[in-house]
Structure formats: C-alpha cells, structure tokens
C-alpha cells in the first residue's frame, strides 16, 4: 500500500465507506422488517401465511437482480474506481425506499401496488448486488496484510447494524404506534427514513479516497474485465462457499423473527426483541472472528463454520420451533449465530484475496450474488413454502444440506491469508 492514503485519510474513508454500508442495508432489510404490518396492503387476499409468502416473493425478486448488480456495479468498480461504485450504489438504493414510501396500497390503485413494490425492490437488489463486492474490494484494499481479516469484519459490522437499525426502528414504532395504524400508513415511516439515510450516506462517501490497488490496476482493468474467466475456479469457490454461508445468515437473521411469530407463536414485539437482541451481540463479535482470522488463518475458521452448522442447524432449528421461553430462544439463536460468525466476519476478505486487483470487484461481487439470490434471497419464501405444504422440518434439512456445501468448498479451499492476491 506504499504510495496510498495516509493513514488518518485511511481511518477516515473506512469510516465512510462503513457508514455508508450501514444505511444501504438498513434500507434493503427495512422490507422485510416492516413486511408483517405492510404485507396486507400490497396483498389483501389470503391469511396471514399467504400473505407473507407473498411479500416474501418479491423480496426473493429484488435477489434476482443481485447477479445483474454484481456484474454491472463490478465491472464498473473495476474500471471507474470503488468509490466511484458505491457512490452510485447508495444513490440507486435510495431512489428504491422512496418509492416504496410513497406508493398507494391495492385498495387505491389495484395491482399497480405490487407492480410497484416489485419495481422499487429490484432497484434495490441491482444496488446491493453491487454494493457488497464494492465494499468488500474497498474495505480489503484500504486495510494492512496484519489486520485485514479485523478491518474487514466491519463490513458485517455495519450489514448487521443496517438490520439492527431497522429492527430498532420496528421496536420505537411497535411502542409508539398501535398496531392499526402502523398497519394502515406507519409503516411507510422506515423507508422514508432510509431514503433521507441513503442521501447523508452518498455525501459522506463523496469525500472518501480511491484504494492505492486500485490506481495502480486501472488500466489493466478498463481493458480486460473479462479476465474473470481465467479466475473461474475461484469464482465457483465463492458461489459454493456463499451457498451454505447466505443460506444460513438470512435463515437466522432475516427469517429468524417470522419465524418465531408464524411457527413458535410468539406475538410480533417478543419476536422484534429478541432478534434485535441476537443482533446486537451477533455485530459486536464480528470483529473478534476477523481478528482470529489474522493470527490462525481464514481456512480453520470456515471449516469450524461448515461442520458446525451441518452438525446443529437441524437440532437448533427444531428446538426453536417449540421455543416458549425468551431466554432459551435467545441462546439458540445465539448459538447459530455465533458458529455464522466463523463465516460472516471473513467472508468479504476471503473473496477479495482471492482475485487480482483489475477483476477484483466483479471477481467478489458476481459470483457472490448468483449464490446469494439463489439460496440466501430465496430463505424465506423456501421456509414458507416448506411451511405452507406442512412439511416445515424438510426446510431444516434444506439448510444443512447446503452447509455441506459450504463445508466442501471450505476444505478445498487454499487459506487466502498466507496465499492473498492483494499484495500482488
């Protein structure tokens, strides 16, 4: 990194970088927060299962252009620089919560409503598609080879914290408002906050500094962004390893609190509670995972996450299901989420090591996004389809038969900390 950003321009530019992550997630998982007060009116027909099914399909939507976002944002990283990319990111993800804020229900204007909703969320997913490979480049090549594996983990840091600050949200209004009302408008109040977020979050980013990697890469790249076919063994790494790795975190994240209303029958704010309290311990030891990285390598820590999970998701996932008592669902989500972290928290840098600076944006974010919308978007809307034909359980085995995935792909898998293509 000799030659790049000093070292209080270093500090500063992650902080933005990370802010700026932190809103562009709140405003992508603000949806599936608020989905249980605003499912009714974009979907009034059917009971309550179908109608989350049905929010739940056109939040598996917005995955589908998650690919199409990881390669156009990446290519685009690659050849216009990171900054360049999350800025146009963040401005794309705000123009997706604005129109959710403001759009009529089924009752004013019919199917127009879901049209509508559909629209803003595969906005949404072109943005975030992007944004995760432009921030794990950026966030990987702002960092030093001793410490990367720590710096790296505030990607997730600030993921989670986008969805604690959502679930925050959900908590001040469930307190604040009666369900009627936040039923009927208040649930627009969340999206109008991340559209203003995501404004505050493009100017901040307007001020960070272009990674050294990247200036020294640029011309390499406008040229041959193709170069990724000659990376496409470790690009199907990344699709393998994000299969299980997705999965699960939407699983015990994401889906965790319909979860716990439609199948443990907990009411919605014991549910909001305890996800928001899994979370806030789940973001606090993303950095100490990232920080073991460092000192043992990325390769145990992988291999710790796949056998775990094939081991527990199952049990976990069944105990839940019946879970009546706060405090016992609250440590078994922690324990799920604790085993996640062995992934989470080097998953960005594990895949930036993996590439060469010219292709390193795509090389990250394509491939990640083909298995992120193939496993991780599609979570909910799997669980309650699994759900919806009464065979819940077979879901359980879903999950664990994709960790075996993850567990495969990490036991082939070379330890990028001691082999990491960045220095190159």
């Known amino acids: 990194m000799a030659g790049g950003p000093g070292e209080t321009s270093r500090v500063k530019s992650l902080v933005g970088g990370s802010i700026g992550n932190l809103v562009e997630w709140y405003d992508f998982y603000v949806y599936s927060a608020f989905s249980l007060y605003f499912a009714s009116a974009f979907f009034p027909k059917g009971d309550t299962t179908a109608q989350l099914l049905s929010a739940a399909a056109v939040f598996a939507v917005g995955f589908l252009m998650r690919p199409v976002g990881g390669w156009w944002l990446g290519v685009y990283a690659d050849r216009h620089g990171r900054k360049a990319a999350l800025s146009l990111s963040v401005l794309l993800m705000a123009g997706g919560s604005l129109l959710v804020a403001v759009c009529p229900p089924y009752a004013s204007i019919g199917i127009a409503a879901p049209i509508i909703l559909v629209i803003a969320r595969l906005g949404?997913?072109?943005?975030?598609?992007?944004?995760?490979?432009?921030?794990?480049?950026?966030?990987?090549?702002?960092?030093?080879?001793?410490?990367?594996?720590?710096?790296?983990?505030?990607?997730?840091?600030?993921?989670?914290?986008?969805q604690l600050l959502a679930l925050g949200v959900l908590l001040i209004l469930q307190r604040t408002m009666s369900e009627a009302d936040l039923t009927e408008w208040g649930w627009r109040i969340p999206f109008f906050i991340g559209a203003l977020g995501a404004i505050v979050a493009l100017w901040l980013r307007r001020s960070i500094a272009e990674t050294s990697a990247f200036e020294a890469s640029a011309e390499a790249a406008r040229g041959r962004w193709s170069r990724l076919w000659e990376h496409r063994k470790s690009a199907l790494l990344v699709v393998g390893l994000g299969a299980g790795g997705s999965l699960a975190f939407y699983t015990f994240t994401t889906y965790m609190q319909k979860f716990l209303v439609n199948t443990a029958g907990w009411t919605k704010p014991e549910a909001s509670l305890v996800s928001a309290g899994t979370l806030l311990v789940f973001m606090l030891i993303q950095p100490l995972f990232g920080a073991l990285s460092d000192r043992f390598g990325r390769r145990p820590q992988l291999i710790a996450f796949g056998a775990l999970g094939v081991i527990g998701t199952v049990p976990v996932l069944t105990a839940l299901s019946t879970a009546q008592n706060h405090l016992e669902g609250f440590a078994l989500i922690l324990a799920a989420l604790t085993v996640l972290s062995c992934y989470t928290a080097i998953s960005g840098v594990v895949k930036a090591e993996l590439f060469p600076a010219s292709v390193r944006a795509l090389g990250v974010g394509l491939p990640y996004a083909v298995s992120v919308s193939l496993f991780g978007g599609t979570a909910e809307y799997v669980a309650l389809k699994f759900k919806d034909e009464g065979i819940e359980t077979g879901f359980y085995w879903y999950v664990t038969a994709m960790l075996a995935v993850s567990l495969t792909v990490a036991l082939l898998l070379p330890d990028t900390r001691d082999k990491s293509l960045i220095e190159d």
């Open 124 to 162: 949404q997913g072109l943005s975030v598609g992007g944004e995760y490979g432009a921030s794990a480049t950026y966030m990987s090549e702002m960092s030093r080879p001793g410490n990367r594996g720590f710096i790296a983990s505030f990607q997730y840091v600030t993921l989670i914290a986008g």
